[in-house]
């Protein structure tokens, strides 16, 4: 949704309405956008966004039109083994389900406001069922509530998936009834312990993948604003200290950059316990060995340990600092995706 908003809140304001909005639902083979990307037209004909990278659009546009001249949403599919495939550009494999509705003011808003605050929840729609239901909503907050009702009976069973779902995907709720849980997760943050030279164009990556950035290193000439300009956030003082005022949640990356046990090791001891999605530490087998027994020794379980990835990063044989960034950043970006 979030590369949308701006044409959509144009429109809205210059009054080109009314807006079909076409959300991807499910992908198999080489269907190149994932679940959750949209796509809106409005009466004019104009479009914003991209369900398909172009394989698909004009078709979608077609019944975009025909939802803003009727109201009716509609569940769509292109696949390689439809005629249709050849004329809408998938006959180099894979398929798509594509919902094209009528743009919900209450949802738009619900989930615009989500992405401004940068908070979690979920637009959950029914995509399938009996007629009366298609195109249905429910709001979900992450703490629970809710806004809108589909029924008691079903708002008890979406809700959860609000709570439980990191990615947008379509979830059976009952034998008739299936939904779409468009899921919002706040922007990640990657934590850098160590300004190091592969924190500058880590941090770069990380930026680029819309990352909110914090560097922590106690050694000024290190962590300097002249060294990162770019980051969000310069922390200058030892990790027990920095770790104790940063919010670590599910949507965090760590990644431990000295080489330094005085500074790794205790930022690996805040954090081995907490919910972050992805631990990292620079450093060859050998050094991680080390590090390894240095935990043991400390109390920490194998489980716990076995939650580093380390030696950091894909193996890309990575040789210069930029290479070293790029291999930690896919791994990073790897592990998040699942």
């Known amino acids: 949704m979030q590369e949308i908003i701006s044409e959509i809140d144009q429109w809205l304001a210059d009054g080109r309405t009314p807006i079909a909005l076409a959300t991807v639902i499910q992908t198999w083979g080489s269907a190149p956008r994932r679940a959750g990307a949209k796509m809106a037209v409005n009466a004019a004909g104009e479009m914003a966004g991209s369900v398909s990278g172009g394989c698909v659009e004009g078709a979608v546009v077609e019944a975009a039109q ?6 009716r949403s509609r569940l769509l599919h292109f696949g390689v083994a439809d005629e249709t495939a050849w004329e809408v550009g998938l006959a180099c494999g894979g398929t798509i389900d ?26 959950i729609t029914i995509i399938r069922g009996p007629e009366k239901w298609v195109g249905k909503k429910l709001l979900a907050e992450a703490d629970g509530r809710l806004q809108n009702s589909l029924s008691p009976e079903l708002d008890a069973l979406a809700a959860p998936q609000a709570q439980n779902l990191t990615a947008p995907q379509a979830v059976q709720l009952t034998n008739e009834i299936e939904t779409f849980v468009d899921a919002v997760r ?11 030279h592969i924190a500058i164009p880590l941090a770069t990556y990380a ?22 300009p770019h980051v969000d956030e310069l ?16 949507d965090t990356a760590v990644a431990l950059l000295t080489h330094d046990p005085k500074i790794d090791d205790p930022a690996l001891e805040a954090v081995l316990n907490s919910p972050v999605f992805y631990i990292g530490t620079l450093g060859s087998q050998k050094t991680h060995a080390k590090r390894i027994q240095r935990l043991q020794a400390k109390g920490f379980n194998d489980q716990q340990i076995t939650r580093i990835h380390g030696p950091i ?16 950043m896919a791994e990073i970006v790897q592990v998040r995706n699942g």
Request: cysteine-free; aromatic content about 8%; charged content about 20%.
């Open 66 to 71: 025909q939802t803003l001249a009727d109201g």
């Open 313 to 328: 990063g894909l193996n890309i044989h990575a040789v210069t600092p930029a290479e070293i960034a790029l291999a930690i």
């Open 186 to 196: 706040p922007s990640p943050t990657l934590i850098m312990v160590g300004g190091v």
């Open 235 to 250: 922390i200058t003082v030892w990790p027990q200290k920095a770790f104790a005022g940063i919010e670590l949640t599910g």
């Open 207 to 228: 930026k680029t993948l819309d990352y909110k950035t914090i560097v922590v290193d106690p050694r000024r000439a290190f962590a300097s604003d002249a060294r990162f």
């Open 98 to 123: 594509i919902f094209v509705e009528p743009l919900d003011n209450a949802a738009y808003a619900f989930q615009r406001q989500l992405i401004a605050e940068n908070k979690a929840g979920a637009v």
